[in-house]
């Protein structure tokens, strides 16, 4: 019996509703935050809605809307989405070999629904079962969609009748986002190694205003990993 027939599909299906759930739930700050944030920089409710169902990208639309507020131009906001969302190239890379046999809008909808939270919650799910569970990825990619758009109508609700609400710190969710996603995923010394020097090095950049210094510390930790994990097997 192969490990697809041995956990019913509705057993997965609603795995894959649960798991991403207290993710879903743990971004619905960031959210209201970035619904709130294109109020107050002109976008009408409408125009703030679309951002959230049409892009569907937390922190690209964070940087974005900062830009707005600031007058940057459109080369700019697009050069720094584009920077933020490259780690999904990496994402996308890990999935290709599961979705080569897929129809086109299968791959469609994966790569849209593709966010880090999804692929956190999947690829654990993957290792789990040994096999790629599509319909997981799926279920799981559209709890998140749909808690997302919902939690950006209640900050463009919310930006309409209560002013700075920026002020709240509602911005701490999407570091507490991430951490909850790495921890878990720290099971060997490379990995430990690789997030620590991550760490630092996004704290000393950020403190000495080094240019992209979240990028250059994700790519530090990876090359210190590697190395390690190179070294020790």
């Keep these: 019996m192969s490990s697809e027939q041995t956990q019913p599909v509705r ?17 619905i700050p960031w959210g209201i935050l970035c619904g709130s ?25 964070l940087s974005a809307l900062t830009l707005v507020g600031a007058g940057g131009g459109i080369a700019t906001i697009l050069g720094s989405t584009a ?18 046999g897929l129809p086109l809008h299968h791959k469609m909808l994966m790569a849209f629904l593709l966010t880090d939270e999804m692929f956190a919650v999947t690829e654990n799910k993957r290792k789990e079962l040994g096999y790629f569970p599509l319909d ?20 463009i609700v919310a ?9 709240l710190g509602l911005e701490f969710a ?24 991550s760490a630092c090095c996004a704290v000393l950049f950020h403190k000495f205003e080094v240019p992209n210094g979240l990028l250059l510390s994700a790519l ?3 090359v210190v990993g590697y190395r390690l994990d190179k070294e020790t097997s």
């Design 11 to 27: 057993s997965i299906k609603l795995a894959a509703f649960f798991d991403i759930l207290p993710l879903s739930i743990a971004v």
């Design 37 to 61: 944030l294109a109020i107050q920089v002109g976008l009408s409710p409408l125009q703030s809605q679309l951002m959230s169902l049409l892009v569907f990208a937390g922190a690209a639309q």
């Design 83 to 100: 920077v933020i969302s490259s780690r999904h190239l990496l994402y996308s890379a890990t999935f290709r070999s599961h979705a080569m």
């Design 136 to 155: 997981y990825a799926l279920i799981s990619g559209a709890t998140f969609y749909v808690i997302w758009n919902l939690s950006t109508l209640a900050g």
């Design 159 to 167: 930006g309409t009748s209560i002013p700075d609400l920026e002020s």
């Design 174 to 197: 999407i570091a507490a986002t991430f951490i909850a996603m790495v921890v878990p995923n720290i099971n060997s010394s490379p990995v430990l190694v690789a997030v620590l020097v």
């Design 220 to 222: 530090l930790g990876m």
